[in-house]
């Protein structure tokens, strides 16, 4: 079955911490995961992709075949990262996406 | 890239009623999706919107519920039929870019609420 499993909805951390937010998926073909980012009042966008391989905002997440995880790390947390972040199973059958149950980043000052 | 709009950006309805909300995207695209987000909770795939076909439901959601319309392949609707509170949700369209690597664009939702 086609999955992904975000296990922290909220997760708090003070200003200038690390923050890591774990994503695990199952999907028995080739993944492709992304990271979408919500912030207040705008639209669900793209943050990044596996594939590229990129750091978006000080954001990366490395894909690990082996541990079927994507988690998403940034080493410095800033206030404005604050936002609702969903890992997502892209591109499976007939093009669906998959989604994550999300999960609330809040930055402490 | 794709733009899409979406509307009504909100909406009061009484139970009993429907509600169509229209999906509109600023390319051509193959194929549109609408997903339900509950408060609090992720996004759930509701159906995918074929044009030239029917779509495509996911377990739990049903045509007479949820008639979907995509004429061309740029718009799309969705229709909410003889609502409850319930059906009190925000209601995403969803479609991917052309050459965007699987990336999924959204509207900016439809927040429904059935009194």
């Known amino acids: 079955a086609q999955r992904v499993t975000q296990p922290e909805k909220l997760l708090s951390v003070f200003k200038g911490a690390p923050v890591e937010l774990k994503c695990n998926y199952s999907y028995s073909g080739s993944p492709e995961l992304f990271w979408y980012v919500q912030y207040s009042r705008q639209r669900l966008q793209l943050l990044l992709r596996?594939?590229s391989r990129e750091s978006i905002k000080g954001f990366t997440a490395d894909l690990n075949k082996g541990e079927t995880s994507f988690h998403l790390k940034k080493p410095f947390a800033q206030e404005e990262d604050s936002a609702m972040y969903y890992c997502a199973l892209g591109n499976t059958g007939g093009f669906k996406t998959i989604f994550g149950a999300g999960t609330r980043l809040f930055v402490k000052a | 890239s794709a733009v899409i709009s979406q509307k009504p950006s909100r909406d009061i309805c009484q139970r009993g009623t429907s509600l169509t909300i229209q999906c509109q995207v600023d390319?051509?695209?193959?194929?549109m999706f609408w997903y339900r987000q509950q408060p609090g909770q992720s996004l759930t795939l509701i159906a995918t919107?074929?044009?030239?076909?029917?779509?495509?439901?996911e377990s739990g959601f049903v045509i007479d519920k949820f008639p979907i319309s995509r004429p061309n392949l740029t718009f799309s609707t969705l229709t909410v039929s003889n609502m409850s509170p319930e059906d009190s949700s925000i209601y995403l369209c969803?479609?991917?870019?052309?050459?965007?690597?699987?990336?999924?664009?959204f509207g900016q939702g439809t927040r429904l609420t059935v009194v």
């Open positions: 919107a074929n044009q030239g076909s029917e779509a495509t439901y």
């Open positions: 596996h594939i």
């Open positions: 969803s479609a991917h870019g052309t050459g965007t690597m699987g990336e999924a664009f």
């Open positions: 390319s051509q695209v193959t194929m």
